[in-house]
């Protein structure tokens, strides 16, 4: 597989439940980037996790980092419709540019 | 909350002409770079940009691609003879430091090549 792989690839839930998506990468990294993408739109930075790192929170988004299995996750707790987007994992491998995951495709039905 | 704005949002071109899309980063970022999206593809790095020079690029960003900072504020991508296979969704992205921060993306100029 490729650097920054997402799965699922596409993920439909109701409102309210959690949504869990995992990213796993394969060159060593300083950070991963989480970014949502509404349909069409730009890239909406959501949290940033460093190497040292092993949890972060901000608001209802929960990341892990698991640097000896090169994967991250990315929760999404009490999940709104408005929920509904492409989440991204993007890792920097060390160098100046960040590398995408495929993405997952997140339905929140209300 | 100071973002990255780019204009065009949307440009539709014919094959061989020149474009040049244009940002606008967030005032006090450092490093600036161009990534594009293929519709229903990966969001792909084309170049890095720091202190006036290019710092990296990819093998997608050949001859025809180039980059430049005219003035203190923008931040421009300009594509000498377009190709079809150019069309794309093209985002202009900064962040404060190389690595460490966030990166900081815009709003998107959709390219299309006819």
């Known amino acids: 597989s490729q650097q920054g792989e997402e799965d699922p690839q596409a993920l439909s839930i109701q409102e309210g439940e959690n949504a869990t998506m995992n990213c796993s990468y394969k060159t060593s990294i300083n950070n991963l980037q989480w970014y949502r993408q509404n349909s069409g739109r730009g890239l909406v930075h959501l949290i940033l996790i460093r190497s040292n790192e092993r949890e972060k929170h901000s608001g209802r988004l929960r990341v892990t980092l698991d640097t000896s299995k090169k994967s991250s996750s990315l929760l999404i707790t009490a999940s709104r419709a408005a929920d509904t987007a492409s989440y991204f994992c993007?890792?920097?491998?060390?160098?100046?540019?960040?590398?995408f995951g495929t993405g997952t495709r997140l339905q929140v039905f209300p | 909350e100071p973002e990255v704005t780019q204009t065009p949002s949307h440009q539709v071109t014919q094959m061989g002409q020149e474009v040049i899309l244009r940002c606008v980063p967030i005032?006090?970022?450092?490093?600036f770079y161009w990534y594009r999206q293929i519709l229903g593809q990966k969001v792909e790095f084309l170049v890095s940009f720091y202190n006036n020079e290019i710092s990296e690029k990819s093998e997608i960003f050949d001859d025809q691609f180039s980059v430049e900072r005219p003035d203190g504020s923008n931040f421009t991508l300009k594509i000498r003879s377009t190709k079809l296979e150019d069309s794309a969704m093209y985002f202009c992205?900064?962040?404060?430091?190389?690595?460490?921060?966030?990166?900081?993306f815009g709003q998107g100029t959709r390219l299309t090549v006819v």
């Open positions: 992205a900064s962040s404060e430091v190389l690595t460490g921060t966030e990166a900081f």
């Open positions: 993007a890792t920097d491998g060390n160098t100046d540019k960040l590398i």
């Open positions: 005032s006090n970022h450092l490093y």
